[in-house]
């Protein structure tokens, strides 16, 4: 089974910059859509990004769009999340989900629990001065 870790989390200040790494166990990895989500108490889920398996086809929510940048390196089995100009209604734990469902032109920051397969361990990011 594939699974997935998450790395770059942290603190940093309103406007600052941090980079999420999601790693996969397998080669298998370049099979999967990666769909991240975040999560804080009191809020629903909110999808954040998609990136198609061959990382020509990006997906952003309205909230993130133009100061997130998803990017992914399938030789390396890792997805990427830079973030910048950080907010502190950005602050969550951030989720990398993988997806064998959604087909290059289909990835969708929409999708369900019943669309992916496999989840990162959560990372947490906290934005505040």
């Known amino acids: 089974q594939l699974t ?5 989390g942290g603190l ?5 910059s941090l980079r999420l790494s999601c790693v996969a166990s ?15 108490p009191g809020k629903e889920r909110e999808g954040v990004s998609c990136v198609s398996r061959s990382g020509q086809v990006t997906k952003y929510g309205d909230s993130v769009r133009g100061r997130f940048t998803v990017s992914r390196d ?7 999340l830079q973030m910048n100009t950080l907010k502190p209604e950005d602050t969550a ?3 990398c ?8 032109n ?5 999708a369900d629990e019943g669309e992916v397969a496999y989840w990162g361990q ?8």
């Open 74 to 80: 399938n030789a390396k089995n890792t997805v990427y």
């Open 26 to 40: 397998e080669s298998t990895f370049e099979n999967y859509a990666i769909v991240w989500f975040r999560q804080t």
């Open 122 to 129: 959560g990372a947490q990011v906290t934005v505040s001065a």
């Open 97 to 104: 989900a993988a997806s064998p469902y959604l087909q290059e």
């Open 93 to 95: 734990v951030y989720y």
């Open 4 to 8: 997935l870790v998450e790395s770059g």
């Open 12 to 16: 940093v200040q309103p406007g600052g």
């Open 106 to 110: 289909y990835c969708s920051i929409y």
